[in-house]
Structures are given as structure tokens and as C-alpha cells.
């Protein structure tokens, strides 16, 4: 898939404010400062779509990205803040949560997850109640620059043996660098396959 056009729809903290769900839309949601912007800049070919920032949590509402006139890239807030008081991630709880079980076009969540570190409990968990939800998700393994050749099959070998003692089957991953653009041609053609996959069933 070749990205020619990105244009900024709309930021907000209510589901029901969103665009007409007539297009298939992609979700991008992971801990805070898991390199969500950088990797959705990077993916569009832009240096400044989607704000990156030191200080994690810079993300706070539902922003819709139209990709090529034909489908959304949503960039959603993270999760795990640990410096937010608890009024605001139940607030951002809610504005998630609302999100992913009422936006009927949604077609998968892309959970981010940082290579470097072994798997974390809010991770898990989250991904465990997508599921539960009967939400379809993909894992994208980030910072995939940030370690050494060797280091990477024993990383992976380590969070797919902790997630196999409670999934029977994995979800799809697709492992990325936003530095060296590792992953991006996947991560796009897997989107314009599911495109592919929506429109027929949207049409029939």
C-alpha cells in the first residue's frame, strides 16, 4: 500500500462523535510511551502526524486520521500512566472502552508492546479482555532497533511462552522500528488486506 493522502478528521472524548463508521477503521492504542506516535508517523510517511512527546500520556482524546480517502487510522491514548491521577484514567478507561465495544467499523486493534521489556501484567491483561470482548487485535512489537540481533528470538520466544499459558492460539504480531522503518510495508499490507476483507463483506 502506497499512503498518498493522511488528512486530520477529528479529536474527541465521545464515541458517538465520531465519523459515520462507513469506512474500515485501525486503532492504536499500548502503554504510555511505547513509541505509538513515532510509529504511526511513520507508517503515514509524516514527521509530525500523530504528537510525540518525552513525557508519556500525550495522547488524551480519540483522533481520527483518513488514510487515502478510503479508511481510519485511529490514534488512541495510552494506558498505564502511572503519574495520572485516578479521576483521569478512569476517565480515559471509560473513553477507550466506549470506543473499542461500540465502534462497529473497527476491524482490528494494533496493541503496542516495547521488544525490550518482559511481558507486563497491564499488557496482559488488556489484550485478555479484548478477547474476552471478542475484540479483534494484532500485537506490534516496537523498538525493535533497541536490541541486538541475538537478542530478539529470546525476547519473543519469552512473552509468546507467558501469553501461551493462558491463549490457546496467539494473535498475528508484526515486529517494527520506527527508526529503521522495520515493519512498515507488513503492517500496511496487512491493513489493505483487511480493507480488502471489509469491503466485500460491507458490500454483500
Known amino acids: 500500500m502506497i499512503i498518498k493522502d493522511v488528512e486530520f478528521v477529528m479529536s474527541n472524548s465521545d464515541v458517538r462523535k465520531c465519523p459515520k463508521p462507513d469506512k474500515p477503521e485501525f486503532a492504536f492504542i499500548g502503554r504510555s510511551n511505547v513509541g505509538k506516535s513515532s510509529l504511526i508517523n511513520m507508517l503515514m510517511g509524516r514527521k509530525k502526524l500523530a504528537k510525540t512527546s518525552s513525557t508519556p500520556g500525550k495522547?488524551?482524546?480519540?483522533?481520527?486520521?483518513?488514510?487515502?480517502?478510503?479508511?481510519?487510522?485511529?490514534?488512541?491514548?495510552?494506558?498505564?500512566?502511572?503519574?495520572?491521577?485516578?479521576?483521569?484514567?478512569?476517565?480515559?478507561?471509560?473513553?477507550?472502552?466506549d470506543y473499542l465495544l461500540q465502534r462497529e467499523n473497527l476491524v482490528t486493534v494494533f496493541v503496542l508492546v516495547d521488544i525490550r521489556h518482559l511481558p507486563q501484567q497491564i499488557d496482559l491483561e488488556f489484550m485478555e479482555w479484548l478477547g474476552m470482548s471478542q475484540i479483534p487485535f494484532t500485537m506490534v512489537f516496537t523498538k525493535l532497533d533497541?536490541?541486538?540481533?541475538?537478542?530478539?528470538?529470546?525476547a519473543l520466544k519469552k512473552y509468546r511462552a507467558k501469553m501461551l499459558q493462558t491463549w490457546e492460539e496467539l494473535p498475528i504480531q508484526v515486529l517494527t522500528s520506527a527508526e529503521k522503518h522495520d515493519g512498515k510495508e507488513a503492517l500496511l499490507e496487512y491493513i489493505e488486506t483487511l480493507n480488502s476483507d471489509f469491503k466485500s463483506k460491507f458490500k454483500a
Open 146 to 154: 533497541k536490541l541486538k540481533r541475538g537478542e530478539i528470538d529470546p
Open 59 to 97: 495522547t488524551q482524546l480519540i483522533n481520527h486520521f483518513l488514510v487515502n480517502e478510503s479508511w481510519y487510522l485511529v490514534d488512541l491514548p495510552g494506558y498505564g500512566y502511572a503519574k495520572a491521577p485516578d479521576k483521569l484514567k478512569k476517565k480515559f478507561e471509560k473513553m477507550i472502552n
